[in-house]
């Protein structure tokens, strides 16, 4: 079994004419690279992070053979003035690039057979929940974020996917995911809207949370930390009318205004109650979690397959280019 961690960047051709790619360096070092062309919709750079061939601990399927896994992240961008980014919220106060284009970036996942001709050509995708990967019960697997980490032999015999060949593919856009990669946790970077003055844009933010725990973290920071411009309450079940929470009986958890708790701390919420706050938020990126740049880095998923495709393909051949 090999792993190997760090970089290959390669760059893409247009969105809609698809990718080409050229290999300009040695594939044994994984590091390739491409210039994109004129401004376009598009992806723009693939940057391979982590492989594993074979990966589930080198376990075969019959006729399907061996897997391996290739992680890694994508670079996008689109054309703030094309009408068809019109419902991005606030894209056209994102900040832009030198070709005049909004860029984001997420992160992918990839189990896929080495012996492609031996696959399904099928595709499960699935789109993360917070960043976690949650294919369990459809994989009839453990759960966790690095599935390619599974070995028992019990377990993968009896899987649903990958004795059919399938190739797995999870990919981030979900801002509430976090930024932390740690774990294989899939992430999505969005840019931040600002006003044409620089100020920030602020706007009223809901939140609605069931938790046990003893704070909470909001969606997007809070514009103000004046407890009189927010609104916390609680009620037992959905058909009782909601009490508000006094201010001195919560707080923002510090001045980054990004998390609440209630007093005094260490104080736990209700496991299944029901709260709901309501506040400024400010910070908002161009694009919310449900719709733009997240949803458009999910459309682009397919072209980064074709580049990973290639990608394996060639290093399967040692080839030094496609």
């Known amino acids: 079994m090999t792993a190997h961690g760090g970089g290959m960047c390669i760059s893409s ?3 809609l004419l698809g990718v080409c790619i050229t290999i300009v360096s040695a594939l044994a070092t994984a590091a390739a690279l491409v210039v994109a062309p004129a401004a376009d919709a598009r992806i723009t750079k693939v940057q391979i ?4 061939a074979p990966t589930f601990g080198g376990y075969s399927w019959p006729s399907v053979g061996q897997y391996e896994k290739i992680v890694g992240k994508a670079f ?3 054309d703030p003035t094309d009408p068809k980014n019109a419902v991005i919220v606030d894209i056209g106060l994102a900040p832009r690039n030198a070709r005049g284009n909004v860029e984001y970036s997420f992160d992918f996942y990839i ?3 080495i012996d492609l001709s031996k696959g399904a050509h099928k595709v499960m995708y699935k789109p993360p929940n917070r960043g976690g990967k949650t294919w369990a019960s459809l994989g009839r697997v453990p759960g966790g974020n690095d599935p390619g980490s599974i070995t028992d032999p019990t377990v993968l015999a009896h899987s649903f996917l990958m004795p059919r060949g399938y190739t797995m593919v999870w990919s981030g856009w979900d801002k509430s995911a976090g930024t932390s990669t ?3 946790n899939i992430t999505v970077t969005l840019p931040i ?3 044409p003055d620089g100020s920030s844009i602020t706007g009223p933010a809901y939140e609605y949370i069931v938790t046990s725990g003893t704070s909470f973290t909001l969606s997007y920071p809070a514009a103000t930390s004046d407890q009189a411009q927010a609104t916390l309450t609680h009620r037992v079940h959905l058909d009782d009318p909601p009490e508000v929470i006094l201010a001195s009986e919560w707080e923002y958890t510090d001045a980054s205004l990004t998390a609440i708790r209630l007093l005094p701390a260490g104080t736990s919420f209700v496991a299944n109650d029901i709260y709901e706050f309501s506040y400024t938020a400010g910070e908002l990126p161009a694009v919310p979690q449900s ?4 949803a458009g880095a999910a459309r682009l998923v397919p072209r980064v397959g074709r580049v990973v495709q290639r990608h394996a393909a060639a290093a399967q051949q040692g080839a030094e280019a496609l």
Do not use: S
């Open 13 to 15: 051709h247009r969105l």
């Open 291 to 294: 719709a733009g740049c997240g």
């Open 193 to 195: 809207a600002t006003n």
């Open 49 to 52: 992070t982590t492989t594993e």
């Open 111 to 113: 189990l896929k057979p």
């Open 182 to 184: 740690a774990n294989f």
């Open 76 to 78: 996008g961008e689109v």
